[in-house]
């Protein structure tokens, strides 16, 4: 019996043991290899991090104006646990920001420990709410963008969402200079794991680069001014305008019309905020010619000596009849591109033959995109060789058949006046810190595509083309201007040429020496007139004026 009662106590003792041993080795697993877990699920428990945006890069012009730059803003945020009448605080909510009744409710209604209401608030908004002295209430200073010349280069600057992350233009494009290296707010929650207004750490974040771009303030006002001016006053349905310095292919300006306020982009119809300077292709009628130009003092300078008939203003070719603006009869290879005439032209691309007119549209990059630092640009329209008509080789010397951006013929145009270069036409100068030092600086891009003598007969017979021919309205007295007009009738919902829209285009240099400028303009379905040079010619006029009285050029 006593053995019996020995062995039943040794036998609790060793479970006893054992549960003890178990609990022991337990304990020290929680205190010593499940510490870093436990602790981390403990400060999850009392604390709530929030992510800040830092200080987000300006954006500069070529003079130092700020064209984008973030400004001290305040958001709301609500602790849902902490509101007594959740009724009463959405209706006075909803009439101081304008927002709908059902809507706030439900989100200061949400489970959530933490929601935000509104965030970047009008400096009035956030007054009328710290009126209210609301304990579920709160603000967090945080950063808003902030354009201050409104709709100045709004096509080129772009937006950002509320966050301040890059949607379009150059914020996009240069999202990841811009934007600021992430900071935190760590806020304290009680036992029952509601928020404190209370911040137990604060990591500020880091402020982004800034952007120094070639645009030049004054040169834009100027084409933003008078294209919408022009717009308006040929009833037109839109406009460009892009000015660009030839031999480096800096951007001076670039503008669209209509264009948009950055600061309030949501009002604005999204056909405002394209940049169609880079995302419109088209047709573009007679400025095109010049590839026919470049290729036959290149390849056949002898048809510089002849004479072309030009069938009294009506000829007949495959599958259609070419017309001419003019009842022209027998025209000079000068005065064929002096006075545009489009038969003239399709005579002597059809003298080169189609190999040779194809090769030259791809030596000017026509089907490619001109490499601009801006998003969304277009490659345009380039039928292969495999695919031309037997009607192609006529229209598409004349701007038909072919799409392309203002981009791509500006670039075309540098070609003539920096003698021979093909160059990328660029927006950025460089990238700073906020002390000025260089982060990244972008440089001319140059590829000799011409010979200089070629390029000099061209510059003389578009010069003659502003002195005596289509573009006279392009004019301006005491400075020598060469340049080109267009006017492309627009494809209408049949398939077939509009007889009453158009586009209507100018592109031109200046001064004739050492051009320094060149101003490209379009104008789409002008009700007025229809013809470049009487609608876009004299604009380009307005633009050159005042760049010249600007830099003091004569």
Not at 91 to 104: D, F, M, T
Not at 156 to 161: D, F, W
Not at 428 to 452: A, E
Not at 507 to 523: A, H, K, R
Request: charged content about 30%.
């Amino acid at each position: 019996m006593q053995r019996e009662k020995s062995l039943r106590l040794s036998i609790v003792s060793f479970i006893i043991a054992i549960f003890s041993l178990f609990i022991l080795i337990k304990l020290i697993y929680l205190q010593i290899f499940a510490s870093s877990s436990f602790k981390k699920i403990a400060q999850k428990q009392h604390t709530y991090i929030l992510k800040l945006s830092g200080e987000r890069g300006k954006i500069l012009d070529s003079q130092g104006l700020v064209l984008a730059e973030d400004i001290p803003s305040y958001s709301l945020y609500a602790l849902p646990a902490k509101i007594r009448d959740r009724e009463k605080l959405a209706k006075k909510l909803a009439q101081i920001l304008g927002e709908g009744y059902s809507e706030i409710f439900k989100i200061i209604s949400k489970g959530k420990p933490f929601v935000w209401i509104k965030r970047k608030l009008t400096k009035e908004e956030k007054e009328e709410l710290a009126s209210l002295k609301e304990e579920g209430l709160g603000f967090i200073e945080e950063l808003r963008r902030f354009y201050p010349q409104k709709n100045l280069a709004s096509h080129i600057l772009g937006i950002v969402n509320i966050d301040n992350r890059g949607l379009e233009g150059l914020e996009l494009k240069f999202d990841d200079y811009l934007r600021s290296k992430e900071g935190r707010a760590i806020f304290l929650r009680d036992s029952r794991g509601r928020i404190l207004p209370l911040y137990k750490k604060l990591i500020p974040p880091r402020d982004g680069f800034n952007l120094v771009l070639n645009i030049d303030f004054q040169i834009q006002y100027f084409s933003q001014r008078f294209l919408e001016e022009t717009v308006k006053e040929t009833k037109a349905k839109a406009g460009e305008v892009l000015v660009l310095q030839p031999s480096t292919g800096k951007i001076l300006a670039l503008a669209n019309f209509p264009d948009f306020d950055p600061n309030i982009p949501s009002e604005y119809p999204f056909s405002s905020l394209r940049n169609r300077v880079i995302t419109d292709f088209y047709e573009p009628g007679s400025v095109f010619k010049i590839v026919t130009l470049l290729a036959s003092l290149s390849e056949r300078p002898e048809l510089l000596s002849k004479k072309f008939f030009c069938e009294n203003g009506s000829y007949k070719i495959p599958g259609s009849i070419l017309h001419d603006w003019k009842e022209f009869s027998e025209l000079s290879f000068e005065e064929v591109f002096k006075n545009s005439s489009n038969i003239g032209v399709a005579k002597i691309a059809n003298i080169l033959g189609r190999e040779v007119l194809y090769k030259y549209i791809k030596k000017l990059r026509f089907g490619e995109i001109a490499g601009v630092d801006l998003p969304g640009e277009v490659k345009g329209i380039v039928k292969p060789l495999s695919r031309w008509s037997k009607t192609s080789s006529f229209i598409i010397p004349i701007g038909q058949e072919i799409a392309v951006t203002l981009i791509q013929l500006a670039r075309a145009f540098s070609v003539i006046a920096n003698g021979g270069y093909l160059i990328r036409p660029y927006v950025v100068d460089k990238i700073v810190d906020n002390k000025g030092v260089l982060i990244k600086k972008f440089y001319p891009q140059r590829k000799k595509v011409f010979s200089k003598e070629v390029i000099e007969k061209v510059k003389e017979i578009l010069f003659k083309v502003v002195e005596e021919g289509t573009g006279k309205k392009a004019k301006v007295e005491g400075i020598k201007i060469a340049g080109k007009t267009g006017t492309a009738q627009k494809i209408d919902e049949k398939g077939g040429y509009s007889s009453y829209r158009y586009y209507a285009s100018f592109i031109g240099f200046f001064p004739l020496e050492e051009p320094q400028y060149l101003i490209g303009v379009v104008i789409d379905e002008p009700k007025t007139y229809h013809y470049g040079g009487m609608v876009a010619a004299p604009l380009f006029k307005k633009i050159a004026e005042k760049i010249i009285e600007y830099k003091r050029l004569k």
